[in-house]
């Protein structure tokens, strides 16, 4: 499953909260066990196609899972779960609370995930977005990932697509570069 949910958009901001060009500043933690009633209302008020509670249960239990919630006066607005592989993260699901969203909750919880790559170690994180979701694909895009790959097809829910994108921490070469074909002559006439 990914943060490819489709999601119900809302403009909805909370009156008390800063105004949303300053940002929210929010407390990221590891999820635990007594969040999930908070975490599932979140999942169920975001994606046509929500997670159960056993989605999560069962993806946490596995040793490489990690769950993480945006908290912002003891009230979660966001959470976060992914995996951890040996060069790579993979976002798993993402979501922030609908009257939260645009005050930088979401930017925080990708800047957290970031954080954790290195250079030596993990260098990538990868997710997957339905392609109804632009909402996703727009906000993942502005926090520099970029579409790699289309799966076809792809959910068990519907025949819709998937889009794989992608966050490098440090591009290489033949990731900027644009393709360039290889000219076979030329090698044979800088040989002569």
């Excluded at 909370?14 to 979140?42: F, N, T």
């Excluded at 976002?91 to 005050?103: G, K, M, Y």
């Excluded at 990538?124 to 289309?150: M, P």
């Amino acid at each position: 499953m990914s943060w490819g949910h489709s999601s119900n958009p809302s403009s909805e901001q909370p009156s008390d909260q800063p105004d949303p060009s300053g940002g929210l500043r929010v407390q990221i933690r590891w999820l635990i066990r007594r969040d999930m009633p908070e975490v599932l209302a979140i999942e169920q008020s975001s994606f046509q196609h929500p997670w159960s509670e056993e989605d999560f249960l069962s993806h946490l239990r596995q040793r490489n899972c990690i769950g993480m919630v945006a908290e912002f006066n003891q009230q979660i607005v966001g959470f976060m779960i992914y995996e951890l592989h040996k060069a790579r993260l993979q976002l798993l699901n993402f979501a922030t609370s609908a009257d939260f969203r645009r005050l930088g909750v979401g930017l925080q919880m990708i800047n957290k995930l970031i954080d954790k790559l290195s250079q030596q170690r993990r260098q990538e994180i990868i997710l997957e977005v339905r392609e109804s979701n632009l909402e996703a694909q727009l906000f993942f895009k502005s926090q520099e990932f970029q579409a790699v790959r289309v799966m076809r097809a792809h959910y068990d829910d519907t025949t819709e697509d998937a889009y794989v994108m992608r966050f490098r921490l440090y591009e290489t070469a033949s990731d900027t570069l644009p393709f360039q074909p290889h000219n076979r002559i030329a090698f044979y006439d800088d040989a002569a």
